[in-house]
C-alpha cells in the first residue's frame, strides 16, 4: 500500500510539472510568480493544483446563465493556506476570500485563481452551485442600517442611519427598534428621527444607556410608512479604538394591535488611534521678587497650559506646544506680570525680564490700605506669609517699605 501511495505522489507530481508546461504561454505575470491556467470541466468535481510563491494557478469557468457558487481550495496538509481570488474575463478582480469564496455571477467568462498566503503545496479545489437568499427580495420587508463614514477616528463621529426597506403596500402604522452597540467603545447621541411616517409624528426614546437605546415611532392622524427609507438617525463618537457591530432590530404594526419582528442588518462602525503629533517649542526669560515665582502659560480658552517655579534667582524655561498663550508670572504678596507669548515649534521665545511689585498682600491686584493693615494686624509676627515681603520671617516695617515704594499700583503689571 505504501508502495502503490509513493508511486501515485511520483504521478501526480508529474501531472503537475506537465501541467505547469502546457499553461505557460498562457500564463500572465503577478509579482514574481507564473500564473499557470488550468483545465476546469465539471461542477462539484474535486481536482488538484499545486501553488507556490513562484506558481499561482487560474482555473477557467465559463456560466452560461447567472450562477450562485462557492469556490473551494482546501490545502491538503502542511503549512500551505490558499487566497481564492474571482476575477472577470479581463482580469479584474471581483471578490477574494481566504480559502473559499461565495458568490452570485451573471452569464460571461471568469477566472479563479489560488494562491499561497503562506507555505506552498497541493490543494484540492471545488466549485460548487449554492442558493444565495436575495437581502432586497421585494417580498422580504427588512430594516438596515448604515454609518457614514464607517472608519472614524477617536473623538471623531460618524452618523447612522436606520431604514425600513421593502414596505407592504398597506404600509406600517408604528416602529420600533431595539439598538445595540459597544458602549465602552462608542457613545451615541443626537437620535432624530424623519418623517417617513408622515409629517409630525409621535416619537419615542428610551436611552441611550447600557450599550442601547429604543426608539419608536407612530405616523400620527393615520399616517403610516408605505415606502423604502430612512426611519431615524443617530450619532455615534468614538471613544476608543476598535469596532462595534450596530444592530437595530425593529418591530411593525400595521395598526392592528400586533408587532412583527423583522430581519435587521446591522453595520460596523471601526474607531482607529489617531496619532498626533505635537511640536514643542520652549520659552525662557526672568522674573525678579523676592519670593519664589510661578510662571504659567494659558491658551485663548483661558486653560491653564504649563507651569513651572522659576529657579531663586528668578530665571526659568518651560517647554509647550507651539501655539499662542498669555504668561503670567506670580509671587505671594506681589501683583503679578502678565503678557502674550507665541511659541514657535522647534524653537526657544525669550520673554523680557519684569520685576514684580510687592505689597499686594491680599491678592486683589491693588496695592492699598488694606494691604498695609494687614502688616500692622501682624506685626513682627511670621505669618501670613503674604504679609512678610522681603522673606525674612519677619513682618514689620521693612516690609511696608516695600510697599510704600508700590503703593495704589494695580495688576496685572505688562510683560512685554
Given at each position: 500500500?505504501?508502495?502503490?501511495?509513493?508511486?501515485?505522489?511520483?504521478?501526480?507530481?508529474?501531472?503537475?510539472?506537465?501541467?505547469?508546461?502546457?499553461?505557460?504561454?498562457?500564463?500572465?505575470?503577478?509579482?514574481?510568480?507564473?500564473?499557470?491556467?488550468?483545465?476546469?470541466?465539471?461542477?462539484?468535481?474535486?481536482?488538484?493544483?499545486?501553488?507556490?510563491?513562484?506558481?499561482?494557478?487560474?482555473?477557467?469557468?465559463?456560466?452560461?446563465?447567472?450562477?450562485?457558487?462557492?469556490?473551494?481550495?482546501?490545502?491538503?496538509?502542511?503549512?500551505?493556506?490558499?487566497?481564492?481570488?474571482?476575477?472577470?474575463?479581463?482580469?479584474?478582480?471581483?471578490?477574494r476570500g481566504d480559502g473559499a469564496l461565495t458568490s452570485s455571477q451573471p452569464a460571461g467568462n471568469y477566472f479563479v485563481q489560488v494562491q499561497p498566503v503562506t507555505g506552498s503545496g497541493f490543494y484540492h479545489?471545488?466549485?460548487?452551485?449554492?442558493?444565495?437568499?436575495?437581502?432586497?427580495?421585494?417580498?422580504?420587508?427588512?430594516?438596515?442600517?448604515?454609518?457614514?463614514?464607517?472608519?472614524?477616528?477617536?473623538?471623531?463621529?460618524?452618523?447612522?442611519?436606520?431604514?425600513?426597506?421593502?414596505?407592504?403596500?398597506?404600509?406600517?402604522?408604528?416602529?420600533?427598534?431595539?439598538?445595540?452597540?459597544?458602549?465602552?467603545?462608542?457613545?451615541?447621541?443626537?437620535?432624530?428621527?424623519?418623517?417617513?411616517?408622515?409629517?409630525?409624528?409621535?416619537?419615542?426614546?428610551?436611552?441611550?444607556?447600557?450599550?442601547?437605546?429604543?426608539?419608536?415611532?407612530?405616523?400620527?392622524?393615520?399616517?403610516?410608512?408605505?415606502?423604502?427609507?430612512?426611519?431615524?438617525?443617530?450619532?455615534?463618537?468614538?471613544?476608543?479604538?476598535?469596532?462595534?457591530?450596530?444592530?437595530?432590530?425593529?418591530?411593525?404594526?400595521?395598526?392592528?394591535?400586533?408587532?412583527?419582528?423583522?430581519?435587521?442588518?446591522?453595520?460596523?462602525?471601526?474607531?482607529?488611534?489617531?496619532?498626533?503629533?505635537?511640536?514643542?517649542?520652549?520659552?525662557?526669560?526672568?522674573?525678579?521678587?523676592?519670593?519664589?515665582?510661578?510662571?504659567?502659560?494659558?491658551?485663548?480658552?483661558?486653560?491653564?497650559?504649563?507651569?513651572?517655579?522659576?529657579?531663586?534667582?528668578?530665571?526659568?524655561?518651560?517647554?509647550?506646544?507651539?501655539?499662542?498663550?498669555?504668561?503670567?508670572?506670580?509671587?505671594?504678596?506681589?501683583?503679578?506680570?502678565?503678557?502674550?507669548?507665541?511659541?514657535?515649534?522647534?524653537?526657544?521665545?525669550?520673554?523680557?525680564?519684569?520685576?514684580?511689585?510687592?505689597?499686594?498682600?491680599?491678592?486683589?491686584?491693588?496695592?492699598?490700605?488694606?494691604?498695609?493693615?494687614?502688616?500692622?494686624?501682624?506685626?513682627?509676627?511670621?505669618?501670613?506669609?503674604?504679609?512678610?515681603?522681603?522673606?525674612?520671617?519677619?513682618?514689620?516695617?521693612?516690609?511696608?517699605?516695600?510697599?510704600?515704594?508700590?503703593?495704589?499700583?494695580?495688576?496685572?503689571?505688562?510683560?512685554?
Open positions: 500500500m505504501m508502495k502503490f501511495k509513493s508511486h501515485m505522489q511520483i504521478l501526480v507530481a508529474l501531472v503537475m510539472l506537465l501541467g505547469f508546461a502546457g499553461g505557460i504561454q498562457g500564463a500572465q505575470a503577478q509579482s514574481s510568480a507564473v500564473v499557470v491556467v488550468r483545465d476546469l470541466t465539471y461542477w462539484d468535481a474535486t481536482y488538484t493544483g499545486y501553488v507556490d510563491a513562484n506558481r499561482f494557478e487560474e482555473w477557467p469557468v465559463v456560466f452560461t446563465a447567472a450562477e450562485d457558487f462557492t469556490v473551494t481550495a482546501a490545502p491538503d496538509g502542511g503549512s500551505l493556506t490558499t487566497l481564492v481570488v474571482l476575477k472577470d474575463a479581463t482580469g479584474t478582480e471581483i471578490a479545489f471545488t466549485i460548487r452551485r449554492v442558493e444565495i437568499e436575495d437581502p432586497t427580495d421585494p417580498q422580504t420587508p427588512s430594516a438596515s442600517a448604515s454609518a457614514n463614514p464607517v472608519s472614524i477616528k477617536v473623538g471623531e463621529t460618524s452618523t447612522v442611519s436606520v431604514s425600513l426597506n421593502n414596505l407592504p403596500a398597506e404600509g406600517y402604522a408604528s416602529a420600533e427598534f431595539s439598538c445595540t452597540y459597544e458602549m465602552n467603545g462608542v457613545e451615541v447621541n443626537a437620535i432624530t428621527f424623519t418623517d417617513l411616517f408622515g409629517a409630525d409624528p409621535a416619537t419615542a426614546v428610551n436611552g441611550p444607556a447600557g450599550g442601547g437605546f429604543i426608539a419608536a415611532v407612530a405616523g400620527s392622524n393615520g399616517r403610516k410608512a408605505t415606502t423604502t427609507g430612512v426611519v431615524f438617525t443617530f450619532d455615534v463618537k468614538g471613544l476608543q479604538t476598535g469596532t462595534t457591530v450596530i444592530t437595530c432590530v425593529p418591530r411593525v404594526s400595521k395598526g392592528d394591535n400586533t408587532l412583527t419582528t423583522l430581519d435587521a442588518v446591522s453595520v460596523t462602525l471601526t474607531v482607529t488611534d489617531e496619532v498626533v503629533v505635537v511640536e514643542n517649542a520652549t520659552l525662557t526669560g526672568q522674573v525678579f521678587a523676592g519670593k519664589p515665582v510661578t510662571v504659567s502659560l494659558y491658551d485663548a480658552a483661558n486653560i491653564l497650559v504649563k507651569t513651572v517655579v522659576a529657579n531663586p534667582d528668578g530665571s526659568f524655561s518651560l517647554t509647550a506646544p507651539a501655539g499662542t498663550y498669555t504668561a503670567t508670572a506670580e509671587a505671594s504678596g506681589f501683583l503679578a506680570a502678565e503678557g502674550p507669548v507665541t511659541l514657535v515649534a522647534n524653537e526657544t521665545s525669550v520673554k523680557a525680564a519684569v520685576t514684580l511689585p510687592a505689597g499686594d498682600i491680599d491678592g486683589n491686584d491693588v496695592i492699598d490700605q488694606f494691604d498695609a493693615m494687614t502688616i500692622g494686624m501682624n506685626y513682627n509676627a511670621s505669618q501670613p506669609a503674604s504679609a512678610d515681603l522681603n522673606n525674612d520671617g519677619v513682618i514689620n516695617v521693612l516690609d511696608l517699605e516695600l510697599l510704600a515704594s508700590n503703593y495704589r499700583l494695580t495688576g496685572p503689571v505688562v510683560w512685554p
